[in-house]
Nanobody, 124 residues
Framework: QVQLVESGGGLVQAGASLRLSCAAS????????MGWFRQAPGKEREFVAA????????YYADSVKGRFTISRDNAKNTVYLQMNSLKPEDTAVYYC?????????????????WGQGTQVTVSS
């Protein structure tokens, strides 16, 4: 069992930056690919970014490529999402997820564990 707790969300203006954190419980954190997903009001949950178990490889949605960076610290059981140049369309609840397979295969249906989410609101 893995428990995920997100933090770092908030209200910011367009162009600002935020860093989200996701702390995981358990001693098997390094065996999971980790990812971030988001869900805007009235929309389906969508993929944002994923990182491999070792942290060597990352994969991004086209909408955030070049602006967001995912990273992880296996010693601290934590995954991060650095979000720069935020846009109003980035407004959503951001969820951390863990998946026991390859990071490129992370998806809403495949992920094994989810956090409770953290709200990010970007004003124009």
């Amino acid at each position: 069992q893995v428990q995920l707790v997100e933090s770092g969300g908030g209200l910011v203006q367009a162009g600002a930056s935020l860093r989200l954190s996701c702390a995981a419980s358990g001693r098997t954190f390094s065996s999971y690919a980790m990812g971030w997903f988001r869900q805007a009001p009235g929309k389906e949950r969508e993929f944002v970014a994923a990182i491999s178990q070792s942290g060597s490889y990352a994969y991004y949605a086209d909408s955030v490529k070049g602006r967001f960076t995912i990273s992880r610290d296996n010693a601290k059981n934590t995954v991060y999402l650095q979000m720069n140049s935020l846009k109003p369309e980035d407004t959503a609840v951001y969820y951390c997820a863990a998946y026991s397979g390859a990071h490129q295969l992370m998806s809403v249906k495949r992920n094994d564990y989810w956090g409770q989410g953290t709200q990010v609101t970007v004003s124009s």
